[in-house]
């Protein structure tokens, strides 16, 4: 199997370890305070590493999304690796390609340690489905998913339709317009995974599934705006 290479790999492929374990604390509830769903407020690879005692191996279903590494994001690395020099490398706004020519290593190294927790977290039997844009970092992401959870464990991609009105703006005249966005989704191991369906919502059942898939429903992914709008226009179905 292929594998892919970048600057200071090697100092985070074991970086998911040195990683400390932090104690929770419970702060205030929404709702129920019976109800196992929590809020973290913490830097993201410490409340995962927190997870682990509790989840490993537990989660069923993991969905993450990324940054793109578009460079509109001004994304920060700001991982505690060990390593003098790394940090001084990392420890930076990540900008445009042309201001900073290795952003899709820090990209790499950023996205390392998260895939390997959440490996660790997913159940035998679960699914983590990321999102990504196909014109930056879709081909890094599916090599270094390939590595962690192996290529075998690839269950396919999901391409749902992004924007449907035509991008305005001086760069469209240059570029192919992207009107869709892939999310890849892989099983911890395919051998125990059961499978899952995607099929149309029925309005008169609240769960209809729940006989065989627990308490569940599914509907079309829809973007921030629609919301109790309903706006047809921000529903975009998903396309295989």
């Avoid at 994304?75 to 390593?83: G, L, P, Q, S, T």
């Avoid at 895939?115 to 599916?142: C, K, Q, T």
């Avoid at 464990?153 to 240059?174: D, G, K, M």
Wanted: net charge neutral; hydrophobic share 40%; glycine share 2%.
């Amino acid at each position: 199997m292929p594998t892919l290479h970048w600057i200071w790999k090697d100092k985070v492929i074991n970086h998911h370890r040195e990683i400390p374990y932090r104690l929770l604390k419970k702060e205030y509830v929404h709702g129920s305070d019976t109800s196992e769903n929590k809020i973290i407020r913490w830097d993201n690879l410490e409340a995962l590493k927190s997870l682990l005692p509790e989840y490993r191996g537990r989660v069923k279903c993991i969905y993450i999304d990324p940054p793109y590494n578009t460079g509109n994001e001004w994304w920060i690395y700001n991982d505690n690796v060990n390593d003098p020099k790394m940090k001084r490398w990392l420890h930076t706004v990540v900008g445009k390609e042309w201001e900073d020519l290795s952003r899709h290593d820090k990209w790499l190294c950023m996205m390392y340690p998260h895939l390997r927790l959440l490996h660790e977290l997913l159940a035998p039997d679960g699914v983590i489905f990321v999102s990504i844009n196909f014109m930056h970092e879709h081909a890094n992401l599916r090599l270094v998913m390939d590595e962690i959870f192996w290529n075998s464990n690839c269950l396919w991609e999901i391409t749902w339709e992004s924007t449907t009105q035509p991008i305005n703006s001086w760069s469209a005249r240059f570029w192919l317009q992207q009107k869709v966005e892939p999310i890849i989704f892989y099983a911890k191991d395919i051998k125990r995974q059961n499978g899952f369906i995607l099929e149309e919502l029925d309005s008169w059942l609240r769960y209809p599934h729940a006989w065989k898939l627990w308490a569940c429903r599914f509907e079309i992914i829809e973007k921030s705006d629609a919301g109790a709008y309903e706006r047809k226009t921000m529903k975009f179905p998903i396309l295989w």
